[in-house]
């Protein structure tokens, strides 16, 4: 009410106007108590339930920490099982690698062994002849070299080989073997196709006549004495251009030595005669 003012009925009695004020007060107080407690009882509830909440954020966040903590050894286990598997699948993929190669290795070797049991059986059969091949092979580049072809043949099949066989069949008896092939090769004693197709390669002509000198050649601890008839004294170039003497220079040197030789004598003979 306007006219319920302290201030007013202080000026009339200022007994009454404490008494009006105090009423104001205790009004005004009521509808701020009226107003504020249930505020006030609602932010304690809201504090409990804060509270509450934040104790159970962290159980939560510490049960997380350790499912995080779990997760992770459980991921450092799972790649170490998986590194772990790939080496055992690489080890696996290699071995049978190894496996295969080993296998067509084996089937290989298996098809070797064939030519390989022939060739133990033939070495040994060579080795009981080697006695009258390394004879006939040293009759060979001792004596054949200055001669043709026609007449190394007849030198070797007409008059060293039965040499050799009848003095051998001597020896042994009847009932003996000969240390000697029937069909001995000289070149074949002496030398092998790698080592010819080497000389080849070189220059060296693949006549069978060039052959043979190439191996009285390599050897002889000296020069020899052969025909040459492809006359090869140099066998190629080196980088720089620079002659290079190899095999068909060695069979070649002499044969012009023992040419100018002749020569020579005869020159002598017909100055005698």
């Known amino acids: 009410m306007e006219t319920f003012d302290a201030d007013v009925i202080k000026g009339k009695n200022s007994a009454a ?94 098809a070797e062994g064939t030519r390989w049991e022939y060739e133990v059986e033939q070495m040994n059969m060579n080795r009981d002849l080697l006695t009258g091949d390394v004879l006939l092979a040293s009759a060979f580049i001792s004596y054949v070299g200055p001669f043709t072809k026609e007449f190394r043949a007849e030198l070797m099949n007409s ?50 006549v060039s052959a043979e000198n190439g191996c009285i050649v390599t050897n002889s601890a000296r020069w020899p004495l052969m025909i040459d008839p492809q006359l090869r004294h140099q066998v190629g170039q080196e980088h720089g251009g620079r002659p290079r003497a190899g095999l068909a220079n060695r069979a070649a040197g002499p044969k012009r030595h023992a040419a100018k030789d002749g020569a020579r004598a005869r020159h002598r003979e017909s100055h005698h005669d």
């Open 17 to 110: 106007g404490g008494l009006c004020s105090f009423v104001i007060n205790i009004i005004m107080y009521y509808d701020i108590v009226v107003t504020v407690e249930p505020k006030r009882i609602a932010l304690a509830k809201a504090n409990f339930d804060l509270a509450e909440a934040q104790a159970k954020l962290a159980v939560v966040n510490a049960h997380v920490a350790d499912l995080e903590a779990k997760l992770a050894k459980l991921t450092a286990e799972f790649n170490a099982a998986n590194n772990e598997k790939m080496s055992a699948v690489n080890a696996v993929e290699s071995g049978n690698r190894k496996l295969d190669l080993a296998q067509r290795l084996i089937g290989a070797l298996a």
């Open 159 to 208: 008059h060293f080989t039965p040499f050799l066989m009848k003095e051998f069949k001597a020896a042994v008896g009847e009932d003996g073997i000969p240390p000697i092939s029937e069909a001995a090769d000289p070149s074949k004693i002496l030398t092998n196709d790698a080592e010819v197709a080497t000389w080849n390669s070189q220059g060296l002509p693949s006549d069978p």
